[in-house]
């Protein structure tokens, strides 16, 4: 695609439910991060994948999140048991190779929110 | 632990005048450095990106330097358009070159 897609644009919730955010990279770029950001915020690190491997989940603030990439292109981030603290806007960026073109390419974000 | 610090968090100024945003960071042993742009209920665009080898980059009006030794960098606009008005992102990697740490960016406005 032309550039990096995430769905749903938007995600309203309950708390205590599953949730699964979506990131489709751009065709052909190894890497994929994933970011959470809060009103007035930067994004905040969770995860790298390098491939189909994460790289780093350092990030990630807890067990109830957990992130995978199969196939090392399409990416999912679920969230177990939701509370009102995970409510922010979940980011999505790739890039070619780190290290040779590191640029990252970030798609417009899934805004979570949970009730 | 890696922290950015970005300088100041808002900035008002006329058209067409020349200005400087600030990034500082705690640990000098970076990768990498990026500007990006953000607009209200968007992503983020990438502006600049500085490797830890490098002391500076420029794209059209934009200039950013590196000074790592003192865990600097700065963004350059000249002859800022209200165009410009945004929120201005630094982001470093780590030197492993996996995690990014973000400041909190600067809110930038330019009155016509």
């Known amino acids: 695609g032309a550039g990096v897609s995430q769905t749903p644009s938007n995600k309203v919730t309950e708390k205590g439910k599953y949730v699964e955010l979506r990131c489709d990279p751009i065709?052909?770029?190894?890497?994929l991060y994933w970011y959470r950001q809060s009103l007035g915020q930067g994004p905040e690190f969770l995860i790298y994948?390098?491939?189909?491997?994460?790289?780093?989940d350092s990030g990630l603030p807890n067990d109830r999140f957990f992130a995978v990439r199969p196939e090392g292109s399409v990416s999912t981030l679920k969230i177990q048991r939701t509370e009102r603290g995970d409510s922010a806007v979940y980011l999505c960026?790739?890039?070619?190779?780190?290290?040779?073109?590191?640029?990252?390419?970030f798609g417009p974000g899934t805004r979570l929110t949970v009730l | 632990k890696q922290e950015v610090t970005q300088i100041p968090a808002a900035l008002s100024v006329p058209e067409g005048e020349n200005l400087v945003l600030n990034c500082s960071f705690t640990?000098?042993?970076?990768?990498?450095l990026q500007w990006f742009r953000q607009d209200p209920g968007k992503g983020l665009t990438s502006l600049l990106l500085?490797?830890?080898?490098?002391r500076e980059q420029t794209s059209g009006r934009l200039n950013a330097s590196l000074d790592k030794s003192s865990g600097r960098s700065t963004l350059y606009i000249a002859a800022s358009q209200p165009g410009d008005s945004a929120t201005y992102l630094c982001?470093?990697?780590?030197?492993?070159?996996?995690?990014?740490?973000f400041g909190s960016g600067t809110r930038l406005s330019i009155r016509p």
């Open positions: 960026a790739s890039s070619e190779t780190p290290g040779v073109e590191d640029t990252q390419y």
């Open positions: 065709s052909g770029h190894t890497a």
């Open positions: 994948f390098q491939g189909t491997g994460a790289a780093d």
């Open positions: 640990d000098s042993a970076i990768y990498n």
């Open positions: 500085i490797q830890s080898s490098q």
């Open positions: 982001a470093v990697r780590d030197s492993s070159a996996s995690k990014i740490i």
